[in-house]
């Protein structure tokens, strides 16, 4: 069964797993002959649970999120033996993947859920450690930024990115074959800002109905050249006009970022 489809199989239930995990011990969240995966490795050890192939379990996740990303909220679904234990299930998978990978939770849900295609917003959270001497506690899921950053550039910087926009200025254009259209890299921001966790860290959080590729990292790292100085507050608007990679500033690495949350309707 393809993972985009949803189809009605005699015996076979849809589920929906909640998963954590930590990017930096995989290349990326997709399956990828060849390299360890998030995907792969779970639709191993589902696999092996269940006693089904990974095409039969059709595993898809909300989102695809690129190699070192970090997860606390990722969704995915699948299809599943109806007698499946989804409690066992849970607690096997942690035992062989963790705790590089665990299933937070484990349900059912109707036969029309699909992990990517029924998600209303994707909640993003990035970790900026702002000080002049490194934190080896946070080296590895966030940002270290030794210049000073202005605060209320930062938060000025984030009112331009809110609501429907052209993001070409911050996505990588995703490949097409030949003769196909271009893929629309229009998206609606519903949430951006910035906090103060303590003294030295500071967290940006975005939440839109999608992302595109490098998205997220590429607005985190073009506001902290806002608040080093580099650009302006007011540019915000002329690089989302511009629609061109170049317009934006630096990409931020990918191990300050986390996917927190994924929305569904009320119904799933």
């Known amino acids: ?59 898809v996740g909300a989102g695809r999120t690129d190699a070192g990303v970090h997860a606390w909220g990722q969704v995915v679904s699948c299809a599943l033996p109806a007698e499946t234990d989804l409690g066992d299930l849970a607690y096997r998978v942690n035992r062989m993947l963790g705790p590089s990978i665990a299933v937070r939770a484990a349900d059912w849900v109707p036969d029309d859920f699909h992990a990517r295609f029924s998600a209303t917003a994707r909640h993003y959270r990035y970790l900026v450690w702002n000080a002049p001497h490194p934190n080896p506690l946070l080296a590895g899921r966030s940002w270290h930024v030794p210049t000073p950053l202005v605060r209320w550039a930062l938060d000025a910087a984030c009112d331009p990115l809110l609501g429907r926009h052209d993001f070409s200025s911050f996505c990588r254009r995703p490949k097409v074959a030949a003769g196909d259209p271009e893929r629309t890299l229009v998206r609606r921001v519903i949430d951006a800002r910035w906090s103060i966790v303590d003294e030295h860290l500071l967290r940006f959080e975005i939440s839109a109905n999608s992302f595109c590729q490098q998205m997220v990292r590429s607005i985190v790292g073009t506001l902290v050249d806002v608040g080093r100085g580099k650009l302006t507050p007011g540019e915000i608007r ?12 630096t990409v931020a690495p990918p191990h300050g970022l986390m996917l927190w949350q994924v929305d569904y309707p009320d119904a799933t």
């Open 1 to 59: 069964m393809s993972p985009d489809e949803v189809v009605r199989v005699p015996g076979v239930r849809r589920a929906r797993l909640l998963v954590a995990y930590d990017g930096a011990r995989f290349h990326g969240f997709a399956v990828n002959d060849g390299v360890a995966t998030v995907m792969g490795s779970l639709s191993d050890a589902v696999g092996r649970i269940v006693r089904s192939t990974p095409d039969d379990l059709g595993l």
């Open 238 to 249: 002329s690089i989302l006009a511009a629609r061109d990679r170049s317009a934006a500033g």
